[in-house]
């Protein structure tokens, strides 16, 4: 695979705004090992292998096990995740595929349940995020297994 456009190409500042988000989301009071999952999950969906390999490596480093990130494609058939992580994997779906999908009524009330509408809110945000970037990385063909943890940070 060969890097189409490599990040030192972008124009100055073109990607501040998506920095500043991950540092609130980072800030944010939700658990970072949850967003992990989610921003792992939406990369599996969307074929970032850039993504997977940046956020397999951060999801170990906060603790996350080995398992549940090899179980998490598969979250509904195995027993690793709680209904709060269930809820937010399903929103994650969803909301990835909403080009193709709702976000139904009972999506909506299971993440009611574990979260409150600030952090509905900020799942959202957290989703959409690494969706861009997940586009952004797909395009530019940027080569994965170079990442290491905290680069971004």
């Not at 921003?39 to 398992?67: F, P, V, W």
């Not at 009524?105 to 959409?128: M, N, P, R, S, W």
């Amino acid at each position: 695979m060969t890097q189409r456009i490599s990040f030192q190409d972008l124009p100055k500042n073109l990607l501040d705004g998506l920095f500043k988000t991950g540092a609130f989301l980072k800030n944010s009071d939700i658990d970072q090992k949850l967003l992990d999952l989610l921003y792992y999950r939406a990369s599996q969906i969307n074929g970032c292998a850039m993504c997977l390999d940046m956020h397999y490596k951060e999801a170990i480093h906060h603790g996350e096990t080995h398992q549940r990130l090899h179980g998490v494609i598969a979250w509904r058939e195995t027993p690793y995740f709680d209904e709060r992580e269930r809820a937010a994997l399903a929103y994650t779906e969803a909301l990835t595929n909403a080009n193709q999908q709702d976000i139904s009524d009972d999506i909506y009330e299971a993440l009611e349940e574990h979260f409150t509408k600030a952090q509905i809110a900020t799942l959202a945000l957290a989703v959409g995020t690494v969706n861009v970037w997940n586009r952004l990385n797909k395009t530019f063909r940027t080569v994965p297994g170079h990442y290491e943890v905290g680069q971004f940070a």
